[in-house]
C-alpha cells in the first residue's frame, strides 16, 4: 500500500487547508484510514480517521473544526481543515491500517504511512 498526501502549507490563523491522501496498491485489506500529526517535540497524534463500518473519530482538539472525508472511488481521503490555530502546526501524516476487524485486534494488523505533509499556521 502506497499513500501520497499533498495540501500542506502556510496559513494564517483562522484559515483553512485540504489535504489528500490517496492510496494505491492493494488496498482490499485496509478497513482504517486517517490523519496523525507530530510537532516539533511531541509524540505523533491522531487527528481523524475513518475506522472500520465508517465510524468518524475525531481528536478534542480538532472537532468542530476538522472534517474528515472520503471518495471510495479515487482510493482519497480528505481532511478539510478550518478555523486553524497556530497550535496546529505540525507534519501530517496520511494512514492506512487493518489493526482492528470486526471490533478484534488484528494480530497480522500493517500500519501504512504517507510521507509527511507539512501544515504551518502563523499567528
Known amino acids: 500500500v502506497q499513500l501520497q498526501a499533498s495540501g500542506g502549507g502556510l496559513v494564517q490563523a483562522g484559515g483553512s487547508l485540504r489535504l489528500s491522501c490517496a492510496a494505491s496498491?492493494?488496498?482490499?485489506?485496509?478497513?482504517?484510514l486517517g490523519w496523525y500529526r507530530q510537532a516539533p517535540g511531541k509524540q505523533r497524534e491522531l487527528v481523524a480517521v475513518?475506522?472500520?463500518?465508517?465510524?468518524?473519530n475525531y481528536a478534542d482538539a480538532v472537532k468542530g473544526r476538522f472534517a474528515i472525508s472520503r471518495d471510495a472511488a479515487k482510493n482519497t481521503i480528505y481532511l478539510q481543515m478550518n478555523s486553524l490555530k497556530p497550535e496546529d502546526t505540525a507534519v501530517y501524516y496520511c494512514n492506512a491500517n487493518n489493526r482492528i476487524i470486526r471490533g478484534f485486534n488484528n494480530p497480522y494488523g500493517m500500519d501504512y504511512w504517507g510521507k509527511g505533509t507539512q501544515v504551518t499556521v502563523s499567528s
Open positions: 496498491g492493494d488496498i482490499s485489506s485496509i478497513n482504517s
Open positions: 475513518i475506522a472500520e463500518g465508517g465510524i468518524i
